[in-house]
């Protein structure tokens, strides 16, 4: 159970992996756009996120509130992805405000992964 939890986690970061390495590579090469891999990104860190949030392979207690927070964050970043590719459709391009804080939003969540226990 404890090594299928690991496996879970692992799958996890992956998600948040491919999310915010799709978004740094649109950054980095100025392009600000919004991509089908950010989606697939959320939505393997948001499943893996889900499984994990029940107390399964572990013997402590987990921080619920931590999780609640990290599940606000991840259905934000998702409107976000949303409203951002429906304006990028319709207009050619993703206001620079929902843009950059797809990526802050994504690395808050990681930095509270982490550090708040
Ligand atoms: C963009 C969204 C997310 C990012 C970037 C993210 C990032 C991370 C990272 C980096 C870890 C590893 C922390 C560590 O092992 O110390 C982690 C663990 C975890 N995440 Fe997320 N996460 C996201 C969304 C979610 C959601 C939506 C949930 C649940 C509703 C969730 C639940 C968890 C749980 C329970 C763990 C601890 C796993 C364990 O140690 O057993 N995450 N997350």
């Known amino acids: 159970m ?16 491919v999310l915010f390495g799709a978004w740094a590579a649109e950054a ?5 756009r919004l991509t089908r891999l950010m989606d697939y990104g959320l939505l ?7 499984a994990l949030a029940a107390p ?3 013997e402590y207690d987990l921080n619920y509130v931590k999780i609640g927070v990290k599940l606000v964050v991840l259905l934000v970043i998702g409107a976000l992805l949303g409203i951002g590719s429906a304006r ?9 405000a929902i843009f950059w804080s797809i990526g802050v939003l994504t690395l808050v969540n990681a930095g509270i992964a982490v550090i708040w226990r």
């Open 56 to 58: 399964w392979g572990i």
């Open 88 to 96: 990028q459709r319709r207009t050619g391009s993703v206001p620079p």
């Open 28 to 32: 980095v090469s100025r392009r600000f």
């Open 44 to 50: 393997i860190a948001g499943v893996a996120g889900l």
């Open 2 to 17: 404890e090594t299928l939890r690991h496996i879970v986690v692992f799958i996890h970061l992956i998600g948040f992996a």
